[in-house]
């Protein structure tokens, strides 16, 4: 990675263009890039994705596909078609259908990345799911979707660090579920700040409310580059 790759993803939660826009035009896609996800896609569709492209942001589509293999490969591939940086499937689709968005996304096209378990997910709603520690889930899943060709997962930043060793050869970490010290953690359940995050070996961080719902947004997300800039970062041996 090299040091002009923004590592700092704002999640443009809203419910139309006109918000989400108005948003980005307030951040430089220099310093960060942005997400679209379920919320603004079921709004605006793909139109948002291009518009945000012409601002000069590269989009992560965060859709988290979940279906059956031929579903999701096609729907992959239709991500591809949007020219989007990163594209993202749930790992508890399984082993073939992940080998399906694989197989499904050009070379060159987006990186493909595997949802785990959800970041709001606290050991209630694990034990409630019959899915145990989140540590132990979160590993398997990464190492099913390394297997099947992946090009990383999302994760919690509090497992960031127990999937170091997945990340020779450049499988990337993405975590959501950010929170500055003493902040509400709203939905979420497994949170860390964003130096812990990046200490434990979290390659790419997604803000979403601390950005966008700050009283000034653009201040909110310098004070996000500064504390990303002086976070120590774990020295990646690749094998
Ligand atoms: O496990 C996951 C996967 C995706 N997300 C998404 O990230 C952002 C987080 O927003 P905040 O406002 O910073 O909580 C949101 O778009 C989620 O859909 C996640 O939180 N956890």
Known sequence: MSFEDPTIIVALDFSEAGAALALARR?????????????????????????????????????????????????????????????????????????????????????????????????????????????????????????????????SPREAHELQDLRAGGFVLVTPGIRPEGAPPDDQRRTRTIREALAAGADYLVVGRPVTRAPDPSAALAACLAEARGAPRPVLFDT
Request: hydrophobic share 45%; proline share 5%; with cysteine.
């Open 27 to 155: 951040l430089d896609p220099a310093q960060c890039r942005v997400k679209v996800g379920l919320e603004l896609f079921s709004a605006e569709g793909p139109a948002i994705v291009r518009t945000l492209q012409g601002l000069g942001f590269s989009v992560f589509l965060d859709l988290k596909f979940h279906d059956i293999p031929n579903t999701v490969a096609s729907a992959c591939a239709r991500a591809a078609d949007l020219g989007v940086w990163m594209v993202n499937v749930h790992a508890l689709g399984g082993a073939r259908m992940l080998a399906a968005a694989r197989q499904a996304i050009p070379a060159g096209g987006p990186r493909l990345i595997g949802v785990t378990i959800l970041t709001s997910h606290g050991p209630e709603d694990l034990a409630a799911l019959g899915l145990g520690d989140s540590s132990e889930r979160v590993r398997g899943l990464s190492v099913l979707c390394r297997e099947a060709g992946l090009d990383g997962v999302v994760c």
